[in-house]
């Protein structure tokens, strides 16, 4: 008996709401009829509309593949361009832009030395050494030539004076080269030398501007200014350039705009300029004021579905978007109802009030 009443109850429930919604369903399209009854009257384009930011919707990805080390926004939160969103492990990043850094260092400090030549010191020792080597040179020509007299004397063998002879021609060798060394040091860097060590200073700047691009790339920036929407990825999670993968969605709703899906029977009264408005069941006869800024101009089939049962989804519309008056504020996303007068730009008397 129980179960009985049960399922009479149940069945009932089930009947009831079938009934509300076709009651409901029967006063929109009742609703719908009048509105159109009315607008051939008061010369407005009537079409269904969604709300919208001036930038529309966009998704902020990362360039780089990676874990998040750090998501800094929630969902909501107003945030201004270039403001870092989230963080993406670095640690390797960081690295390379200090090794490219020593690199430039150490670069840099072969072009001071190639431009600059020897230190002091160095002129000074190498100096020294042509001295030295004169010394010993013209030592070895004072004996060589003794030894060459008392050769031409009999007093000495020939073997003996061939000796100092060859010490003599060694002598000269080292003078020679200590002579070499110090006219190296001392002189001018060469035009080759500098600017091989111009180009290999130009190469390290590169590869430091290049690692500290990819360490910025770790940082996820707001593109623009305006409000989080959407916090897709969290904090440990990984993402990739292999896949769409955004980190938030966010949209600059600074200016409202709303973009209406006009039936193709209304296109031709559309023009640039019109003033609309619109409204929505839950701000009730409340009127938020716009005008067109842009008609399309291809026709295509609906973006918005209502939920009118006699609605025909393959019906042709033209994209029209219009723009609301400043400080008005709806939900971005949120459907609306909107007009369009067709008799003037002017402000109405219902604008007025």
């Known amino acids: 008996m129980k179960k009985s009443q049960y399922v009479l109850v149940t069945a009932g429930v089930v009947i009831a709401l079938v009934t509300a919604g076709l009651l409901r369903s029967r006063g929109r399209e009742a609703s719908t009829a009048a509105v159109k009854t009315s607008l051939a009257d008061s010369s407005l384009i009537a079409a269904p509309g969604r709300v919208e930011a ?25 945030v201004r361009q270039g403001q870092v969103l989230a963080e993406i492990q670095n640690d390797d990043y960081r690295a390379r832009v200090q090794e490219a850094e020593a690199e430039l260092a150490q670069r840099e400090a072969e072009l001071r030395r190639t431009v600059n030549g020897a230190r002091t010191q160095e002129r000074r020792e190498a100096e020294a050494s042509v001295k030295a080597a004169e010394a010993v040179l013209n030592n070895a020509k004072s004996e060589a030539e003794r030894r060459r007299v008392l050769a031409d004397r009999n007093v000495i063998s020939r073997d003996e004076v061939e000796r100092y002879e060859r010490g003599y021609q060694v002598a000269r060798a080292q003078f ?11 002189a001018d860097a060469r035009e080759e030398d500098r600017a091989h060590a111009e180009a290999a200073v130009a190469t390290a700047k590169a590869q430091l501007a290049e690692a500290r691009a990819y360490l910025e790339k770790s940082y996820i920036r707001a593109p623009i200014s305006g409000v989080i929407l959407r916090k897709l990825r969290h904090t440990g999670e990984s993402v990739s350039t292999q896949f769409d993968s955004p980190v938030v969605t966010m949209a600059d709703d600074s200016v409202l705009r709303v973009r209406l899906d006009v039936d193709e029977s209304d296109v031709s009264k559309l023009r640039v300029g019109q003033r609309a408005y619109v409204t929505a069941e839950a701000y009730g006869d409340h009127k938020f004021w716009g005008s067109v800024i842009r008609v399309g101009r291809i026709l295509g089939k609906k973006n918005i579905r209502t939920d009118e049962p006699s609605e025909h989804v393959d019906t042709k519309i033209l994209e029209t978007l219009v723009e609301l008056d400043a400080g008005q504020r709806l939900p971005l996303g949120l459907r609306v109802d909107s007009f369009v007068q067709t008799w003037s730009t002017g402000s109405s008397a219902d604008e007025r009030q």
């Open 54 to 78: 001036v930038s529309e919707e966009v998704r902020v990805s990362s360039e780089l593949s990676g874990r998040l080390k750090l998501v800094n926004v929630q969902e909501g939160d107003r």
């Open 176 to 186: 020679d080269q200590a002579a070499q060394h110090f006219s190296l040091i001392d």
